[in-house]
Structure formats: C-alpha cells, structure tokens
C-alpha cells in the first residue's frame, strides 16, 4: 500500500446507499462494519471500504486529517 491509496480514502465517494456523496474518510464506523459483516463489494471501492474500516476500527482515522484536501 502506498500513501496514493490513503490519499483516495479522503477524495472518493460513496456512489450509493444511504450515505452517497459521503467522502469515503468520513463514513461512519457502524456503516463500515455494516460491509466488514454482509461483505465489501469488489474493486477498487472494496478494497477502499475495508481500508477505511481497518484503520477506523483501530482508532486511527486522525492520521488521515493531513491528507485531506483543503
């Protein structure tokens, strides 16, 4: 993993389901174990979900803050 793939967390969005249009870094951690239980959907968005739900439930998401765009 590279720093271009955390950087994604921070710029891509949800494309459906109730929270569309939701920057992927600020979903919240009930939805992201949501997809860890009934299972993440391929590609990229996927592989973004589980990223994000890994680092949210270690506690981690500040340590995205800097990557965010202004």
Do not use: C
């Not at 391929?42 to 680092?55: D, N, T, W």
């Amino acid at each position: 993993m590279d720093s271009e793939f955390l950087q994604l967390l921070t710029r891509r969005v949800m494309p459906y389901g109730k929270y569309k249009g939701s920057v992927i870094a600020d979903l919240p951690g009930h939805y992201l174990n949501w997809f860890a239980r009934a299972g993440f959907p391929s590609g990229e968005l996927g592989r973004l979900l589980a990223l994000m739900q890994e680092i949210d439930s270690n506690g981690l998401s500040s340590l995205l803050d800097p990557l965010r765009k202004d």
